[in-house]
């Protein structure tokens, strides 16, 4: 599974757009990049997920580099509820997900 | 729609009795899978089930852990003896199918063994 290296934390303005950057270097051409985020003392949260094009649902949008070496996560609008540690992940199988320390996202008023 | 229903919530546990965590999966979910946490620290798979079937405990210590998930009732990860290292949080996700298909967590149990 790849390895990806996220900031270890992250301010954004309310009602900004939180743009959260990923590098996973490594990824192999068949591991889709995962992002998850975990407020703090619940269960992770499942965003969005993509392979090589750029994905988005009603939660955010993912956007890959060609090489497949980096990612954005971007959350339109932050807003407080948002809070939380936002996690990237490679891997082929999304079950055996490599949890890294993710980036820890503080929405400011 | 019911999620990914764990309980308890959380555990206290003298060193060296038994843990019980459970788990009920998504309706129509069948896969089951089981994380745990430390603090500061991401997420460790540990084993993933189907109904009657452990498929990969690659990740389960090799001693005083198991897990079950029978043909009727919740999927169960069990410690036993525990020691001060098992506090932890402990997750359960569940998916329709296999792998490929993205996987939804429960709120966790945390086990504090004092």
């Known amino acids: 599974d790849a390895k990806t290296t996220q900031p270890p934390s992250m301010d954004c303005a309310e009602g900004r757009a939180a743009n959260l950057p990923c590098n996973h270097s490594t990824i192999s051409g068949n591991e889709y990049v995962y992002w998850y985020r975990q407020i703090h003392s619940q269960g992770p949260q499942y965003i969005i997920h993509g392979l090589k094009n750029n994905e988005t649902n009603e939660m955010a949008s993912l956007i890959i580099t060609e090489d497949r070496k980096s990612s954005t996560l971007i959350l339109p609008h932050a807003t407080l509820r948002v809070t939380a540690v936002y996690y990237c992940?490679?891997?082929?199988?999304?079950?055996?997900?490599?949890w890294g320390a993710g980036t820890k996202l503080i929405i400011k008023p | 729609n019911a999620g990914v229903m764990q309980n308890p919530r959380h555990l206290v546990r003298r060193r060296g009795q038994e843990a019980r965590l459970r788990c009920s999966p998504m309706k129509g979910h069948s896969h089951v899978y089981w994380y745990r946490q430390l603090p500061e620290e991401g997420l460790k798979f540990m084993v993933y089930l189907q109904k009657e079937n452990i498929i990969d405990e690659s990740g389960m210590p090799k001693e005083r852990f198991s897990a079950e998930f029978p043909k009727e009732g919740p999927s169960i990860l069990r410690i036993q003896q525990v020691v001060r290292g098992d506090s932890a949080a402990y997750f359960c996700a569940s998916s329709p199918q296999g792998p490929g298909n993205t996987i939804y967590f429960g709120e966790g149990s945390w086990l504090t063994v004092v």
């Open positions: 992940i490679g891997a082929d199988s999304n079950y055996q997900l490599i």
